[in-house]
């Protein structure tokens, strides 16, 4: 699992300016000592969800071997394959009931 590849002041920032709550792992790398201050709030339960979520959607997408290749050389074609795909993704889970 990663650790805090997206940590920083500036992410962070951003983040909290637009309304959410950043959960983003703290990077200990290069540390004798903790960092001092108020910690950042990180729930590793919600994290590991997260990121679970994203790699199943990934593992989804490379079923289909046009977007796993990139065969388009147009970006709007293959964001609009991308969609046809997520597409088929859903009316496959809705169906199955």
Known sequence: MS??????????KAIFNRG?????????RG???????CQPLFEQALYQER?????????WEDKFRRLLLRF?????L?????SLAYTMINLRHCCQS
């Open 20 to 28: 959410m709550v950043p959960n983003i792992p703290a990077n200990p």
């Open 3 to 12: 650790n805090g590849f997206y940590n920083s002041r500036a992410n962070r």
């Open 51 to 59: 990121f679970f979520t994203i790699e199943r959607v990934f593992a």
């Open 31 to 37: 540390r004798r000592a903790p960092q001092r201050g």
């Open 72 to 76: 388009e050389r147009i970006s709007e």
């Open 78 to 82: 293959h964001y609009a394959m991308k």
